[in-house]
């Protein structure tokens, strides 16, 4: 009884505090009731619609083989006739930032892991402005290559990902990983039978991407960067009638290739 | 109505605050999830280099053990660390590579664990800078555990037993890459040796600890001539660093090259300590080398003669007898005390 009464007792103190507090700010003042806005009220008892938030910005990589969409196991022919299809196709991008005459905006700690069949990635909000391009790097960046994947959370692209795009050995991550089976026939025959693995990272394979394009980011907007991945060009020059595998480090050239034919891979939709 | 239980209630969640407020460090180290493994280092030794993200704690480091041995952490639940890393042969394997998951073969041989603390570099080639980030390297090896860490993950989420412990060990709603990277890492730290025949005559003023054959051994070691101490010198008999010894005029394993694609370094291992030696053959990164009679036979002809092979390994002439009290020597580095100590060893 002496308990409930005491629980009763705080009960009401809590509101008679609660009855000043209201009461004390006076009624019906209107304003922004989103703690997320940038123009918060603490005060505002009725909200009045005007918010505003920063542009919120996201990423569309358009995942494609050629001239066609990319579906996994499905077999493409490249330009030079050679049949092929991928299992897995993925990369990081780090590095992002909107550009304009200035500074621009810098997703600062921001990391995509890019699939081939996954086309939409939030980037978070930027500040607002008339930009004029979009830049990032394909890879990690080297402070963050060399940082122990276990300390970051777990909805972080740079946590241990399945399959994995970390090289436990090295301590790097992994920053392009292309699989999939392809015909290594010298005539190009046709049989899509040698398993391919193009598995390319190290700080030196680092690959920028600066695409220029008008990006009016304006309050309470969401803008959209649309970008197309023709996989396809990852295979550009290189001799597909050898075992072409590369894990980076056991065949340099094979990596150094499929780097720099990032710059060709990802263009403006 | 009495108003006195209310202010009894208030007054005690005052206090309550007030304590939260005013812990410092020892009432921190007092709660139990931070209690310090109590760690002894042996005489001679400096101090441990702990990182600031995994303090030596009584909680993560039985947690560290029980994950060490327990073979769930592979794809087939066959293989645990401890399968490649036995504590009676110093933590390694007695194979001359390891075999792992579906009896895959690795192509080094499984070094011995052992004041890794102290370690600046990870793995033969050193391609790893810490404790906590190699336990990802032997979970994700197709030749020796073969799970994707985040399966493992989630694997432990599932079990009985882990959630509770992780919970108990860090301040964390579950198991994580994190908790399982530090505990596995704290119990590797524990796994110090101190208390060979030779460190209690040098360290400990145990003058009879060493015998005649063994004193002879001991100096020949330490001598310029055979230059062993160039390399294994120091309280662990090792130093930070990695080396070409002349094993070969050939290498197949590049080595440090692996990771630094620099050529000058092929054909560089990291240096190993020599502590419980004895039992920790094959020796060598491929493990060719089958008795410490041949390692010794191996230095004293001087190395074959690799482009990158370090200076100090000139070779040398022993007789006999010297042969033999250098081989004695070595066996005067095994600490009986480490390789039974009951704290490292499955529960």
Request: hydrophobic letters at 35%; charged letters at 20%.
């Amino acid at each position: 009884m002496k308990y409930f009464s005491s629980k009763l007792s705080i009960f009401a103190l809590i509101l008679l505090a609660g009855f000043f507090t209201l009461t004390s700010q006076g009624c019906g003042k209107k304003g922004c009731m989103d703690p997320d806005s940038l123009n918060y009220d603490p005060d505002a008892t009725k909200d009045d619609g005007s918010c505003e938030f920063n542009p919120e910005i996201m990423a569309h990589f358009h995942s494609h083989f050629g001239a066609d969409a990319l579906t996994y196991n499905q077999n493409y022919t490249l330009s030079s006739g050679r049949k092929v299809n991928l299992s897995l196709a993925q990369f990081y991008v780090s590095g992002m930032k909107l550009t304009d005459g200035g500074s621009g905006y810098s997703f600062d700690d921001t990391y995509l892991l890019v699939k081939g069949d996954q086309t939409v990635y939030e980037l978070g909000s930027a500040d607002p402005g008339q930009y004029t391009g979009f830049t990032f790097d394909v890879g990690v960046d080297s402070a963050a290559n060399h940082s122990d994947p276990s300390t970051y959370e777990t909805s972080s692209a740079l946590s241990p990902q399945s399959p994995s795009m970390h090289w436990s050995w090295s301590s790097g991550y992994i920053f392009i990983k292309i699989e999939g089976m392809a015909d290594t026939s010298a005539a190009g025959n046709g049989a899509v039978d040698y398993p391919f693995e193009l598995h390319v990272g190290m700080d030196a394979m680092l690959r920028n991407v600066s695409l220029s394009q008008a990006l009016d980011a304006t309050l309470n907007n969401e803008v959209e960067i649309g970008m197309v991945i023709d996989w396809s060009q990852f295979f550009n020059g290189i001799d597909m009638t050898t075992p072409f595998t590369t894990h980076t480090m056991d065949n340099m050239p094979v990596a150094m290739k499929v780097a720099d034919n990032v710059s060709s891979a990802i263009t403006l939709e | 109505m009495p108003a006195a239980p209310f202010i009894r209630q208030a007054m005690l969640a005052l206090g309550i605050s007030l304590i939260l407020s005013s812990c410092r460090q020892d009432d921190l180290l007092r709660m139990p999830m931070y209690e310090p493994y109590p760690l002894e280092l042996p005489p001679g030794f400096p101090d441990m280099p702990v990182p600031d993200d995994n303090p030596l704690t009584t909680r993560r480091v039985a947690l560290g053990k029980k994950l060490f041995y327990d073979p769930l952490l592979s794809i087939d639940s066959t293989v645990s660390c401890a399968t490649c890393h036995l504590q009676n042969l110093g933590f390694t394997d007695g194979n001359r590579v390891s075999e792992g998951v579906h009896g895959g073969l690795g192509f080094r041989n499984a070094p011995a664990l052992v004041n890794l603390a102290w370690n600046e570099d990870y793995m033969r080639d050193g391609g790893v800078p810490t404790l906590e980030l190699q336990v990802l390297a032997p979970v994700a090896a197709e030749v020796e555990m073969g799970i994707n860490f985040k399966e493992l993950v989630d694997r432990l989420n599932l079990d009985p037993t882990y959630p509770q412990l992780f919970r108990e060990a860090f301040d964390r709603d579950e198991v994580d890459a994190f908790g399982i990277t530090r505990a596995l890492a704290a119990f590797e730290r524990i796994l110090v040796s101190g208390n060979n025949p030779y460190d209690q005559y040098r360290f400990q003023g145990k003058t009879e600890a060493l015998n005649a054959s063994e004193q002879r051994g001991m100096l020949l070691f330490e001598s310029n001539e055979l230059g062993c101490t160039h390399c294994h010198g120091g309280f662990d008999l090792r130093k930070n660093g990695f080396e070409n010894n002349g094993l070969y005029a050939q290498y197949v394993d590049s080595g440090r090259t692996r990771v630094t694609l620099n050529p000058d370094e092929r054909g560089k291992f990291k240096v190993p300590s020599l502590r419980n030696v004895a039992v920790t053959a094959p020796y060598m990164h491929d493990g060719s080398l089958t008795d410490l009679w041949q390692v010794i036979d191996h230095y004293a002809s001087g190395g074959k003669g690799h482009p990158n092979q370090s200076e100090f390994i000139t070779g040398f002439t022993l007789t006999t007898t010297e042969r033999t009290d250098l081989y004695n020597f070595l066996h005067a580095l095994t600490d009986q005390d480490f390789l039974q100590n009951p704290a490292f060893s499955e529960e």
